[in-house]
């Protein structure tokens, strides 16, 4: 049965937000401000927050950069997922997957519709790893960072959620590059 095991300490992440958006600033971005609060309220740290146009280079730099950051954890996106000529999210930041996660798009989508019905159509919710970081890319809305966040987000982030969690893997993450495991590995439990 999934669920949290007491046995386990919790292990606070180092998250970045990311605002794409040509118009929002950190005075009115409700939505990087949706999942600030609830990541602090988890236990985990703001490791940076930005806001980037919609824009594919603009974006791919930003991620890029905290990618390569070893005080970055975790990407969560919130904006550009839509199909308008200005969405250009997923198109800057899937051809950087290493590994794509499909599965974030489809449970996203279930717990989507349950809200919104027939419009979670209208986005393109994608995740992924780049660099031995995981990337979230959400919708623009706060409802949608609230639903991820809630739905899904808070338990994989989490190394007490049991059966498994993306936390206990993070070590190994980058294993496939020959370069060794993350600086995560010193701060996670033995037995991760």
């Known amino acids: 049965m999934a669920g949290l095991d007491a046995a386990r300490d919790f292990v606070p992440l180092s998250i970045a937000v990311l605002t794409v958006s040509d118009t929002r600033t950190l005075a009115d971005d409700r939505s990087g401000d949706t999942l600030v609060g609830r990541l602090e309220a988890a236990g985990h740290r703001l ?29 969560i996106t919130t904006g550009g997922t839509g199909f308008t000529g200005r969405d250009v999210t997923p ?5 950087l997957f290493e590994k794509r996660m499909d599965g974030f798009s ?20 994608t995740a992924g790893v780049v ?8 919708p623009g809305s706060p409802g949608a960072c609230r639903d991820a966040w809630d739905g899904i987000l808070a338990a994989q982030l989490d190394y007490r959620h049991r059966p498994c969690n993306f936390v206990e ?3 190994r993450l980058d ?10 590995a010193a701060a996670t439990p033995s037995g991760a």
């Open 175 to 184: 294993e496939h590059l020959k370069r060794g495991a993350t600086s995560f």
């Open 106 to 125: 489809a449970v996203f989508h279930r717990i989507s519709y349950d809200k919104i019905g027939t419009s979670t159509l209208q986005s393109r919710a």
């Open 131 to 138: 660099n031995a970081t995981y990337v979230f890319v959400l």
């Open 47 to 75: 490791a940076a927050r930005a806001i980037v146009p919609d824009e594919v280079e603009a974006i791919r730099g930003q991620v890029r950069a905290w990618g390569e950051d070893p005080g970055v954890d975790v990407v």
């Open 91 to 95: 198109e800057a930041l899937e051809p």
């Open 169 to 171: 893997i993070m070590p």
